[in-house]
């Protein structure tokens, strides 16, 4: 299990280099799975370059990267060609209605279980946290995105508490549930 939710991304080099060494390989081998769906505002369109470069400003080659809207599933066994997933922010509520309308819920889970690795993006983040209903139910707590105060560095008590907040310069990082969930960045 490797799994990283921000609120914005790869913003500091702590959050980059634990991505890298969460990938487990020479960057330049890693195929990554990009997905846009929740940007469909401008404000959100506006950000996705910036998001396309999060990846690219790993070593990760262009084109080792897919785009994929969700407008149909994407079934486990093609997400396992994937070493990344990354879930850029926007809407939340259209993203998780992509997501169970297309059942990549189903796939995208097994895929986490599997030791696939996901970052969350803002909305990309939060359609794993208790904000909504039909989550996809992976942290048991609201997560609060684009805090100007989050949480203290270190690892995280499980049951979580009821409102984990994040900064733009954290992130909640998941190596293994329930023991190893911890927040870094300030």
């Known amino acids: 299990m490797r799994v990283l939710l921000t609120s914005a991304g790869l913003e500091t080099e702590e959050i980059k280099e634990c991505f890298m060494g ?8 890693v195929k990554a799975l990009f997905i846009p769906t929740a940007a469909i505002d401008a404000d959100a369109i506006e950000v996705l370059p910036k998001c396309m470069n999060d990846l690219l400003k790993c070593g990760i080659p ?3 990267i897919d785009v994929f809207d969700l407008h149909a599933g994407i079934g486990f066994d093609e997400l396992q060609q994937y070493d990344v997933v990354y879930l850029c922010g926007g809407n939340t509520h259209y993203l998780l209605e992509r997501i169970n309308a297309t ?29 909504l209903e ?3 139910g992976f942290i048991d707590t609201k997560l609060d995105v684009h805090c100007t105060k989050g949480e203290k560095r270190g690892k995280l008590a499980y049951p979580l508490k009821n409102n984990v907040k994040l900064t733009n310069t954290c ?15 300030e």
Do not use: T
């Open 22 to 29: 969460m990938a487990g390989k020479d960057m330049s081998l």
């Open 62 to 64: 262009d084109k080792n």
């Open 103 to 131: 059942s990549f819920d189903k796939s995208l889970i097994e895929y986490i279980n599997d030791n696939g690795m996901v970052i969350g993006v803002s909305a990309g983040s939060l359609i794993f946290s208790n904000n």
């Open 134 to 136: 039909n989550n996809l």
């Open 171 to 185: 992130a909640l990082v998941i190596r293994d549930f329930p023991d190893g969930i911890e927040i870094i960045g």
